[in-house]
């Protein structure tokens, strides 16, 4: 089966620096899904990215998928409060075939600190 | 359009017992994933139903049962309760049909399930 490290697993930032998280794939990554969740609450979708070399960017983050390095890395710009939670790179089985839904990393806990 | 609807938010049940839990999809979206939080193991894929057939399951006891209603609408059981069952249970919709490509789900707020 497939599996996501992410790293680092957590971060603390001060308000206005950029960070950037990393997803490694143990197997070829077809696409890509992040997702953001704060603290026992359900997942927001950030971004869906389908092919090797694609880029997507959405208000201060940008994400990237690098498929010959099985490797997707999320980027944020002058990080903000509002940027805090927990981040989560997800795959898709069936993409590769398989039938065992999304897999996901264990997240990444983003702190902003002001 | 309302977005993922999963009742209850919260439940406190005991060993030995057994828990429903429920799930309305967005309107529209005929497919429904489950899924299971833990610190320990993270989101684990539970099962996926479509057109109200189950399409795919993850590896988990058959104590870990669900099924989908004509309406999309969801259900999850988890019969004979243990304390490992302890999480956030989280369901999924997706306008997906089978042999689709990559699809956004959309997740619910979920049910935080604790067994004492």
């Known amino acids: 089966s497939q599996e996501l490290e992410q790293s680092p697993q957590s971060l603390i930032v001060q308000e206005g620096k950029n960070l950037t998280i990393n997803c490694t794939s143990s197997?070829?990554?077809?696409?890509l899904y992040w997702y953001k969740q704060k603290y026992g609450e359900g997942l927001i979708f950030l971004m869906m990215?389908?092919?090797?070399?694609e880029e997507k960017s959405h208000e201060k983050i940008t994400a990237k998928l690098d498929e010959k390095k099985q490797q997707s890395s999320l980027h944020i710009t002058a990080s903000q409060p509002s940027h805090a939670g927990i981040y989560l790179c997800?795959?898709?089985?069936?993409?590769?075939?398989?039938?065992?839904?999304?897999?996901f990393g264990k997240g990444t806990h983003l702190i902003i600190q002001p | 359009k309302a977005g993922v609807t999963q009742t209850p938010r919260y439940l406190i049940k005991t060993r030995g017992q057994q828990v429903t839990l429920s799930c309305s999809p967005i309107?529209?979206?005929?497919?429904v994933s489950w899924y299971q939080q833990t610190p320990g193991q993270g989101l684990q894929f539970l099962f996926e139903?479509?057109?109200?057939?189950?399409?795919n399951k993850g590896n988990f006891p058959g104590r870990f049962s669900g099924r989908q209603f004509s309406n999309s609408r969801s259900e999850m059981n988890v019969s004979t309760l243990e304390l490992g069952d302890s999480a956030l249970y989280l369901c999924?919709?997706?306008?997906?049909?089978?042999?689709?490509?990559?699809?956004?789900?959309?997740f619910g707020s979920g049910t935080q399930l604790s067994v004492l």
């Open positions: 999924a919709s997706s306008p997906r049909s089978p042999g689709q490509g990559m699809e956004k789900l959309f």
């Open positions: 197997k070829t990554l077809y696409g």
């Open positions: 990215l389908q092919k090797g070399g």
């Open positions: 997800g795959a898709d089985s069936f993409l590769r075939g398989g039938a065992d839904g999304l897999t």
């Open positions: 309107s529209g979206h005929r497919s």
């Open positions: 139903y479509f057109s109200e057939t189950q399409r």
